[in-house]
């Protein structure tokens, strides 16, 4: 469904349905009693990058209660959960959200599900979805702990939470989704929760293991792909040009892309580009290499795996990339990675990686919040626009010169 579809569908049924499912929640209050935490539930549906965001939060879980952990996420979005493997497969649920009959169907699943596995507890990451609130309140756990707006202006969601965390705007995503792990592991009661000092610590991310044989397969598909390609002889810089339909407004004029790809082709002679993304980004993609005509360029979109990604991170120079998941999936390697920023801020929603973010900062960025669905009624990304293809090289150059293959 389209984005806008699930927006309407979330106010004009989510609200009645947030009353009527607080009325039941505060119904069963009655005769449930907090328990342990010990079967914990984590949902977030819509967005694949804080499936990597929230893995400290979930390691803290895992370290502190010796918990079984479970998620629940869109079935587009699952392969995200592949690249850490925190939760294990058979805990994992997804939902399909292609069509109205489908999203009821597996929710309806879901909530099944959900008792079988005796789920005591659930944290819902989204920020104001109405959708997951509902999930939460009506899965079965006695300790609902989810984002609350107490006196801001916000999202109606109800009062099924047992546990309501103060979302803080001014905090990276990551260290709000170890607020919602405290409020978990806290001993007393707080209103907000949680009065917690969360380090920079707290949020490093596990670094994913990639074997020389994965390298190899990957470097081998790349050289049958593109020839000029040698990995003894040629580094390999990765542009993702794309962004999801979510925001396209984070995008970076393809124009842009040609020109930097130009540069560095031009001064770079050991050096091959390859443009990544999803299959159905690959047409789009192929305006980059037609406008070059350069034998150092390939067109990777859907040419390979979400599995082989870490293996194409790993043999890469770095990546530069709209903001966007690749941004946060390079994060579990050591690849360093470039990102563009400009509806959102690289404050909240920068990646825990080896990563430099590129950022106008206008007067009106960022535009987009969890108070608003990550709706703005922008429709020309001056923030974009204003990030020129001179200063990003210059950022680049840097790297550039100084290969971190020591070749």
């Known amino acids: 469904m389209h984005v806008d579809t699930m927006r309407n569908i979330d106010y004009w049924a989510g609200i009645p349905l ?67 493997r925190t939760v294990p497969e058979e805990n994992i649920f997804t939902i399909r959200e292609h069509s109205l009959f489908a999203l009821a169907g597996d929710t309806l699943s879901f909530l099944l599900w959900s008792r079988r596995k005796k789920i005591d507890t659930v944290i819902d990451l989204e920020l104001f979805s109405r959708f997951t609130a509902l999930l939460s309140g009506l899965c079965g756990a006695v300790n609902r702990i989810g984002f609350h707006p107490f006196y801001n202006e916000g999202l109606y969601r109800g009062t099924m939470l047992t546990h309501k965390v103060a979302y803080n705007p001014h905090l990276h995503i990551a260290k709000n989704f170890i607020a919602l792990a405290n409020a978990v592991l806290s001993d007393t009661k707080e209103l907000p929760f949680s009065k917690s000092i969360i380090s920079d610590e707290e949020i ?90 350069h034998e150092r360029i390939v067109n990777l979109a859907g040419q390979t795996a979400f599995s082989e990604l870490t293996a194409l991170y790993e043999i890469s120079e770095f990546m530069v990339t709209n903001d966007s998941g690749p941004g946060h999936f390079s994060a579990v390697t050591s690849m360093p990675s470039f990102v563009l920023f400009g509806p959102e801020t690289p404050k909240l929603y920068g990646s825990l990686g080896i990563t430099t973010p590129i950022y106008a900062g206008l007067a009106c960025s960022p535009c987009v919040a969890a108070t608003n669905h990550r709706k703005t009624p922008c429709d020309d990304n001056l923030c974009m626009q204003a990030i020129s293809v001179e200063h990003v090289y210059k950022i680049l150059k840097p790297s550039l010169e100084n290969s971190r293959f020591c070749r």
């Not at 892309?257 to 443009?275: F, G, M, N």
């Open 18 to 84: 947030c009353f009527i499912g607080s009325f039941i929640s505060k119904t069963l209050n009655f005769f449930t009693h907090p328990t342990k935490p010990k079967n914990i539930l984590l949902i977030e549906l819509s967005e694949m990058g804080s499936t990597i965001l929230v893995d400290p939060a979930m390691q803290k879980l895992k370290r502190e209660l010796n918990a079984n952990l479970h998620f629940v996420i869109f079935a587009k979005n699952k392969p995200s959960l592949d690249l850490l």
């Open 204 to 293: 490093l991310l596990r670094r994913v293991d990639v074997t020389e044989s994965q390298k190899s397969t990957i470097a081998s598909k790349i050289a049958a792909l593109c020839p000029a390609y040698a990995p003894e002889t040629k580094r390999l810089v990765l542009l993702n040009a794309n962004a999801s339909d979510l925001m396209p407004l984070r995008r970076w004029d393809k124009a842009n892309y040609i020109e930097l790809s130009r540069r560095i082709l031009t001064d770079y002679p050991d050096t091959v580009i390859a443009l990544t993304g999803a299959p159905a980004e690959k047409e789009g993609l192929q305006a980059i290499p037609d406008a070059l005509k």
